[in-house]
C-alpha cells in the first residue's frame, strides 16, 4: 500500500507572517522537509533571519520584507516567490493579530484594521497564488491558520473571532470550488501557543532571552483550562502544515484542525484545584 511521504523535496512555499512565532515554525518546518521556502514579514530583520535559516537547511530561500494589510504588496509577494522558484506550491496564511477590546470600546478604525490584517490578507494572497497554482498545473496545498476563537464566543475578541470563523467557512468553500485544479485547502486552529508575541517581544529580530516568563499562578491557569496541562508549541503547527502539504494528506481538504492541547473539544470543562474536570462555577472548589 501507497502511503505516501512528508518528502516536500522539489515544492516551493510562501508564509505570510512567516518571520516569528507559528509561521517562523512552519516556514522551518517545510524547509526540514524539503521545501524551498519564501518569507514575507513585517519586521525585515525577522524575515531575513528566517530566510538564513531556510538556507541552513539547503534548500533556497527568498526574504520579502512586508506589510500584507497592504494588498498590492501581498500579490506582489507571491510574484516575487512565483519567479524566484519558478513555481509555487503551497501558501500558508499564517500573517494576523489580536488586540483584546470589548467591542463597544472599538472604533471603526480598529475593526478595520481587525479585518485588513486577518482577513483580507489572507484573500489577498490565496487571489493572487491560486492562478500561479493552476498554471503550474501540478496543484497545490493552502494552509490557513486560523483559531480555536472562530468556532466559540470570544468576548474581548469579537472582530477577531468573526474574522477566523470567516476563514474557516472560506478554507471549506475554496476546497470545493478548487478541488477540479487539485488545489487543497486546510486550515490550523491553535489556541494559545507559546511566540514571541505572546511572550512581549513584538518588534525586532525574535530573542528568547527577553521574553516574558509566566509565574507560577499563570502556569497553573494554564494547566487547568488546557486538557494538555501546558501552553502549545510553535513547531507543533509547523509539524502539522507538514503534513497537510505533503502526499500523506492528498485525500483532506476542506478540514480545521485543533492544535490545541484539547481544549475545544474540552468545551469548557476545566480542572478543579482537586484535579477533577468540572464545569464554572465548580471550577473554583
Not at 501546558?230 to 502544515?241: F, K, P, V
Amino acid at each position: 500500500m501507497d502511503t505516501g511521504t512528508l518528502d516536500l523535496t522539489g515544492q516551493a512555499a510562501l508564509v505570510t507572517g512567516g518571520g516569528g512565532g507559528i509561521g517562523r515554525a512552519i516556514a522551518l518546518c517545510l524547509a526540514a522537509h524539503g521545501a524551498d521556502v519564501a518569507i514575507i514579514d513585517v519586521i525585515p530583520e525577522r524575515a531575513g533571519e528566517v530566510a538564513e535559516k531556510v538556507r541552513g537547511y539547503g534548500r533556497m530561500a527568498l526574504a520579502l520584507p512586508g506589510n500584507v494589510m497592504d494588498t498590492a504588496q501581498v500579490a506582489d509577494a507571491v510574484g516575487r516567490a512565483a519567479d524566484f522558484f519558478g513555481r509555487l506550491d503551497i501558501l500558508v496564511n499564517n500573517a494576523g493579530g489580536v488586540t483584546r477590546k470589548p467591542f463597544t470600546q472599538l472604533a471603526e478604525k480598529n475593526w478595520r484594521r481587525h479585518i485588513d490584517l486577518n482577513l483580507v490578507s489572507n484573500l489577498a494572497a490565496t487571489s493572487a497564488a491560486v492562478p500561479v497554482m493552476i498554471a503550474g498545473g501540478r496543484g497545490g496545498a493552502i494552509i490557513n491558520v486560523t483559531s480555536i476563537e472562530g468556532a466559540r464566543a470570544a468576548p474581548g475578541y469579537a472582530v477577531y473571532a468573526a474574522c477566523k470563523a470567516g476563514i474557516n467557512n472560506l478554507t471549506r468553500t475554496l476546497a470545493v470550488e478548487l478541488s477540479d485544479h487539485g488545489i487543497r485547502v486546510n486550515a490550523i486552529a491553535p489556541d494559545y501557543t507559546v511566540t514571541p508575541g505572546t511572550s512581549g517581544n513584538f518588534t525586532g529580530p525574535v530573542d528568547e532571552s527577553t521574553w516574558y516568563r509566566p509565574n507560577e499562578a499563570q502556569r497553573e491557569v494554564i494547566r487547568r483550562r488546557i486538557p494538555a496541562g501546558r501552553s502549545g508549541i510553535d513547531a507543533e503547527c509547523g509539524h502539522l502544515a507538514v503534513f497537510l502539504a505533503s502526499a500523506m494528506a492528498s485525500y483532506i481538504t476542506g478540514t480545521i484542525i485543533p492544535v490545541d492541547g484539547g481544549t475545544w473539544g474540552s468545551g469548557g470543562w476545566i480542572r478543579s484545584r482537586s484535579g477533577n474536570w468540572v464545569l464554572p462555577p465548580e471550577a473554583d472548589l
